[in-house]
Structures are given as C-alpha cells and as structure tokens.
C-alpha cells in the first residue's frame, strides 16, 4: 500500500502549485485532481510530469472536474452525449499517461432508487474498457450524492460486472451517505484499488488524521488484505485543516501506519 495526499486538499491554488506546495513538503505520492479544461491540454500535462520527476514524487490516480457532468452526459438516453463524453475523457486518460497515474476516479450518475442497475453497468463499462486501452483504471468511488453512495448499489455493480469493474473506497463519502465505512469497503472486496481517508469524530467526518475516532488503522488492515498494492490518499476538504503543515503530519501517520502493516 502507499500513502499519498491528494492536490484537491488545497483548492482553489492552482494545480501547480499546489503540486509543488505538497511536492517541496516531502510528500512522495498524491492524487491529482484536474480542475479545469485547459489542465488537460499536453503541455500543461508535461509540466505536472516534470515537478513529479523532480521531487521523486509519484502520481497514484488522476480525479476529473467534469463528475458533475457525468449524469447529464455519459448517463443520458442521447447517445450522441454518451459518445461525446467518451471521446472526453480520453483527454483524461492522456493526461494519467503522462503523469503516471494508473487509475482514475469516477463518480458516476445520481439517480433514484429504481434506477436500472443494468443501465448504469453498460455505460460504466464502456467507460470502464476505454481506461483500459490506455492503461488505466476507472475506479468508482462511493460519493453519498450518487448512486455509488450506498453500500447495495457496489455490491449490484460488482455482481453484474465481475472482474470488469474496481472502486475507490471514500470514508467521508460513506459516513455523509449514512453508510458504515467497513460496509463499503467490504462491498467493494477486493475490487477496492484506491482509498481518501479522512479522520472522523464529534468534531466533523473530515478531519486530519488523529483528530477523530475513525478506526483508521484497522480499516487500513482490512483495505491491505483486499489488495495491498491499494493506495490510500489523504483527502481533506479546504475548512477541514489550518495549513500544509496540518497535511505533512497526517501523511506522515497515516505512511506509518501503513509501513506497520507490512
């Protein structure tokens, strides 16, 4: 397993700097969240590419902007907008290539309850077998305002799909959703490829590491018996900690948990 901490816990800076801000600090893997349009382009992508090579610092997933999109477009019945967002997110896919990431978040579509699950796995594949041809893998994550929020709907999506799918198990996202964050990662097995942890308590469910009560490292046992080459990535919202300093000491924790398992 490694630990990282994710670029989006510095929002709004600049991809860029905030790259570099964790980079200089000595944190050796992150998430790379891209905010908008123009990150996408080569150039910008190759520049990423070299702050990572110059700090020794590697890049585990790639999260897109566009996931409140997702529903409109890759979920709709106007096939056009389905093809559309596919040849999209192929800007997405170029982009981990140059950087390094192999796997890449996907939150899906919101829906209601009766949503067909069939629906939903057929357009998730597709997007599913195009990461693949670059070799990456789309990885949906439990967010509590989608349909991958509850426990049930992964364990649909892994019985229909089998070996075609992987996760991301969020801790924040499953407690938001009502959700036991043991229960999601149970749901996702050992399909789970990354993680964003967070701490959680009295205090709120997104806090530094340390600061709450969430059992992080026994669920950090289990992750690692699912799949120990998983990455777990420090994933704080801006409110949720005072500065970098707060970020290098919950990396540093959670690396050392993670080096006492093994």
Known sequence: MIAGVSTACLFPKPLEESLYDLAVNGIS????????????????????????????????????FTCEME??????????????????????????????????????GKGGPNT?????????YRLYSLGKQFGVTVALENVARCLSGLSSFIKDVS????????????????????????????????????????????????????????????????????????GAVLELYRSGFRGISDLVTSFNVLNRIIESLG
């Open 29 to 64: 893997s992150v998430e790379i969240f891209v905010n908008t349009h123009s990150e996408l382009k080569k150039s910008f992508a190759c520049g990423i590419r070299d702050t990572l090579r110059r700090f020794e610092t590697r890049c585990l997933a790639v999260h897109p």
């Open 71 to 108: 529903t409109n477009m890759l979920f709709s019945e106007y096939e056009r907008r389905v093809e559309d967002m596919l040849e999209y997110y192929k800007l997405y896919f170029q982009f981990a290539n140059i950087v390094g990431a192999d796997t890449f978040v996907f939150h899906g």
């Open 116 to 124: 067909p699950r069939e629906h939903f796995c057929e357009r998730y």
């Open 159 to 230: 019985a229909i799909l089998g070996a075609d799918c992987a996760f991301v198990v969020d801790t924040k996202q499953a407690i938001r959703a009502g959700e036991n964050p043991f229960a999601v990662l149970e749901a996702a097995g050992s399909r789970i490829v990354h993680v964003h942890i967070s701490d959680s308590g009295e205090m709120g469910d997104c806090l530094p590491i340390g600061k709450g009560r969430f059992q992080i490292k026994r669920f950090l046992s289990r992750v690692h018996e699912l799949n120990p080459e998983c």
